[in-house]
């Protein structure tokens, strides 16, 4: 272990993100973990080995970001040669959002793209750590394809059987997305809640009552509330019912994905979700390879895609595909639209997503035995630097070690 990593750090003059507010107090980090300066005094006698003034700057757990398909130019589903290089190059990228943490996204492909791609997926990278892969398809419901090519969208008539033909390996799997309405028998959801992965519903015609039935199963996440679902309607809510649906287990939460990039989601539906159920709110980005690139082509999966007027559609059609907002942004777009705490807007961010994934114990927050994973941020909540693992990756202007 080295001599720094082995460091007793000292934040003085900040504000921390902890127990649902923001509170004035020091953070003490060691070893990668955030820890409990009390004992560390009484019991080995010292005191840190620096300090670091933060010039009154918000300490937030460090974003999670639970749906992205790519950016920098990389397509997780596309560069199917180079998905080691691709990871990197995007959790890289990652750390300058204050992103620490994400969830790669495989959009709906060809079996043989799984069976290349997910084997390759790096345990470490040298940014943004992968906390696992998000599959969103090929199990969805054609009529809600969005941008998913249908040629290569299945269905469940052998079960779970179907799913492992298809995927393969689901060892680095962490989210599956399935129109709930495939899985007739519930089999499906069942067996994969079973093994520890989020089923997430989502590219569905399904109806309230197969929502239901699928969170009954053990489905606990919506992928991208009101994008490629039915509509709510009085009669019948569809998905968004889950949200107010008096028949959840009540130990479980409906965790639901929500794109505040200012283009898919309407302020208005930003406030309805917001307000109908807080505690599930998780914001993402479903970024894709255009993140942080110009407008022009670029690929989402097997689609050519164009980014114009900040806006990314399937090229040649006014079909939306995905997000070229940042995760900070879509912090700041919400809190602006909802008129929410800056608490809450963080939380959204990082404490919601960590809960999903059943995480939140190490990350998402600034708990002592927590990771080191975490962001200073300013009242306007733009990323001052970025931490992980107890070390600074990132800084914009700020002298901090890194």
Not at 343 to 365: D, F, R
Request: charged share 20%; hydrophobic share 40%; net charge negative.
């Amino acid at each position: 272990m080295s001599k720094r990593q082995n460091n007793l750090i000292q934040f003085i003059n900040c504000r921390l993100v902890r127990n649902h507010q923001l509170i004035k107090d020091d953070l003490w980090i060691r070893n990668g973990k955030i820890v409990n300066p009390e004992p560390i005094f009484f019991d080995e006698k010292c005191l840190a080995d620096s300090k670091i003034d933060c010039a009154n700057a918000i300490i937030a757990p460090g974003y999670i970001d639970l749906q992205i398909n790519g950016g920098y130019g990389v397509d997780f589903s596309y560069d199917i040669d180079t998905v080691k290089e691709g990871i990197n190059k995007v959790a890289a990228g990652l750390i300058t959002n204050g992103v620490t943490s994400f969830c790669p996204t495989l959009v709906t492909s060809p079996s043989a793209t799984y069976h290349k791609v997910l084997p390759q997926i790096p345990k470490t990278t040298n940014g943004a750590s992968v906390l696992g892969v998000h599959l969103e398809g090929p199990f969805i419901n054609t009529k809600k394809k969005g941008a998913h090519p249908e040629t290569h969208i299945q269905n469940l008539d052998k079960g779970i059987d179907s799913l492992l033909q298809t995927y393969g390996s689901l060892d680095k799997v962490k989210i599956i997305t399935i129109a709930p309405e495939l899985d007739g028998t519930g089999e499906v959801v069942q067996t994969l809640t079973k093994k520890g992965i989020i089923v997430s519903l989502g590219h569905s015609m399904g109806s309230l009552s197969d929502g239901e039935k699928a969170a009954k199963n053990g489905a606990s996440l919506i992928t991208h509330l009101f994008n490629a679902m039915l509509p709510f309607h009085h009669r019948d809510p569809g998905l968004v019912g889950l949200l107010t649906s008096d028949a959840i287990p009540q130990d479980r939460t409906i965790y639901y994905g929500l794109i505040a990039d200012g283009v898919h989601t309407h302020p208005a539906a930003l406030r309805i979700a917001h307000r109908t159920h807080p505690d599930g709110l998780c914001l993402v980005t479903d970024a894709i390879s255009a993140l942080g690139l110009e407008e022009g082509i670029h690929h989402l999966g097997q689609l050519n895609l164009e980014v114009k007027q900040g806006k990314a559609f399937i090229a040649g059609t006014d079909t939306l595909c995905g997000s070229i907002a940042p995760l900070d942004e879509c912090v700041r777009i919400f809190r602006k639209a909802t008129g929410c705490s800056i608490v809450y807007a963080i939380e959204a961010a990082t404490l919601h997503p960590a809960k999903c994934l059943n995480i939140e114990n190490t990350k998402g927050t600034l708990d002592f035995d927590s990771d080191a994973d975490f962001i200073f941020l300013n009242d306007d909540l733009n990323v001052l630097c970025t931490w992980i693992n107890g070390y600074c990756v990132h800084a914009n202007n700020l002298n901090v070690p890194i």
